[in-house]
């Protein structure tokens, strides 16, 4: 887990929680919507949020999902300008809210913080340019393996790895229809890439996943 939170010294964590302001929502609750004003950052103390771009009525894409101790929407609190997407609880989620102003005085007074804050902006900017590339160039198998991988985040301490999100969320990640995403992970459970438990993804050893997106 990459918490900003735990990960820095006594001192500044106690600032942070002491500062921040706690919220609970509801799965399915909107916690701020596209184009407005960025007038907090949220840090997930517990629970699952989703970053939603609608393309179009009917059509959507999940930019980025987040979990406990991740924070996000980070640019648009730096420059004051506006949410650039839709953030949903996926699950009942309490967030630590930092007002804007809160923010920017503890990058001003905090290195420690301001660093942790730029390398978080830094992995949200590979994820961004992985996707589009993703979507761009990859056949919808290995759109869905890179959705994968990514979920498990490259830790393979945790195989096997339990994917709880549901076929919606993963084909919105990918950039493809639900019933394609429901073929293709049939095939990949076929090829026995992955296995299913109870309806769940698991996948069991990511580095066979990576073989196949690298050829």
């Known amino acids: 887990m990459n918490s900003l939170i735990q990960n820095v010294?006594?001192?500044l964590s106690d600032?942070?929680?002491s500062i921040g302001h706690v919220r609970s929502y509801g799965e399915g609750a909107e916690i701020f919507a596209a184009g407005e004003p960025a007038g907090f950052l949220p840090?997930?103390?517990s629970g699952r949020v989703k970053m939603v771009k609608f393309l179009e009525p009917g059509k959507e894409i999940i930019a980025g999902i987040f979990g406990e101790g991740e924070v996000f929407a980070i640019p648009p609190v730096i420059d004051g300008g506006n949410y650039p997407a839709t953030a949903i609880a996926m699950d009942p989620t309490k967030l630590l809210l930092l007002d804007r102003v809160d923010f920017l005085r503890l990058m001003n007074d905090y290195p420690e913080f301001r660093g942790g804050i730029m390398?978080?902006?830094c992995g949200?900017?590979?994820d961004q340019v992985a996707m589009i590339q993703n979507l761009a160039t990859s056949s919808p198998e290995h759109r869905i393996i890179n959705v994968l991988i990514k979920l498990v985040n490259g830790d393979a301490s945790a195989m096997p790895f339990k994917i709880t999100l549901r076929r919606e969320d993963i084909a919105k990640m990918a950039g493809l229809t639900t019933e394609t995403t429901i073929r293709v992970i049939r095939r990949l459970s076929d090829k026995q890439?992955?296995?299913i438990d109870r309806g769940k993804i698991v996948v069991g050893d990511i580095d066979v996943l990576k073989r196949v997106v690298e050829g």
């Open 124 to 126: 949200v900017m590979r």
């Open 9 to 11: 010294s006594s001192e």
């Open 15 to 17: 600032e942070i929680r």
């Open 43 to 45: 840090i997930v103390m």
């Open 119 to 121: 390398a978080r902006m």
């Open 193 to 195: 890439l992955i296995a």
